[in-house]
């Protein structure tokens, strides 16, 4: 395993961990992990895999930080009104582990662009807030064969889940909601939302990361439901 002395003295507490020997840390560290959306999940999502090893993120989003977004989207201050999103949580991330590769993209994920921005993902965590862009980071991912995880967040409640996206088992976030066109689904900004739930969202969803990455198979086809308002973590069995 090839880490500094500063890296090592960071992870060490997690390095004690059985699951997470040489070989294992070491390929952690290799994956390159894109979030979409740096948002109340995208947020602590970043921040936590950075936590536990991931070196390589790239954060993609366009908006810049509301006062709206500070009850949950923990990487942002009320000094950093106006500023892109991307930018304040690189500059934040970057002081976890500064010998970590935080690559930018101020854009907004569209048909034209995705395969231009999505180059050679190991995962990619959609934790966008909107149909159009949900539908299409799942279409890119099916066709190219990438991991995909799919995370939303609504009042106390969220949702994670996991698409391996092989070729052989087809599972997809359509084939779950097959909607041909888009829903209308509730947003934030009309029904509200509870930051601690994002947070939790935005945590399950940096642990599902992990899992699939040190092959720890028990998330497989499950679609998990966090309710922060009733503590409670549900997984529901997805058939193929």
Not at 215 to 233: A, G, H, P
């Amino acid at each position: 395993m090839v880490i500094s002395e500063q890296e090592f003295q960071i992870f060490s507490r997690q390095l004690i961990l059985k699951e997470f020997d040489e070989k294992t840390f070491d390929y952690i560290q290799k994956q390159h992990v894109f979030i979409i959306g740096i948002g109340g999940i995208g947020c602590p999502a970043a921040q936590y895999l950075l936590s536990a090893g991931i070196k390589n993120i790239t954060l993609i989003d366009n908006d810049r930080i509301h006062i709206t977004n500070l009850n949950r989207q923990i990487l942002y201050s009320i000094n950093n009104l106006g500023e892109k999103k991307v930018d304040v949580a690189k500059k934040i991330l970057n002081g976890i582990n500064p010998q970590c590769k935080i690559k930018t993209i101020p854009k907004k994920i569209d048909e034209r662009n995705i395969k231009k921005y999505l180059l050679k993902p190991s995962i990619v965590i959609d934790a966008t807030d909107n149909w159009y862009s949900m539908n299409i980071i799942n279409k890119f991912c099916v066709k190219h064969s990438i991991p995909l995880i799919s995370a939303s967040v609504i009042g106390f409640d969220g949702q994670v889940i996991l698409f391996k996206n092989t070729k052989k088992n087809h599972l997809c976030l359509n084939c779950i909601y097959p909607n041909i066109n888009e829903p209308n689904l509730p947003r934030c900004d009309t029904v509200g939302v509870l930051g601690i739930a994002a947070g939790l969202t935005g945590l399950i969803a940096a642990q599902t990361t992990i899992n699939f990455f040190t092959k720890n198979n028990t998330i497989d086809n499950k679609l998990i439901m966090i309710s922060s308002k009733s503590m409670t973590i549900t997984h529901i069995k997805v058939k193929n």
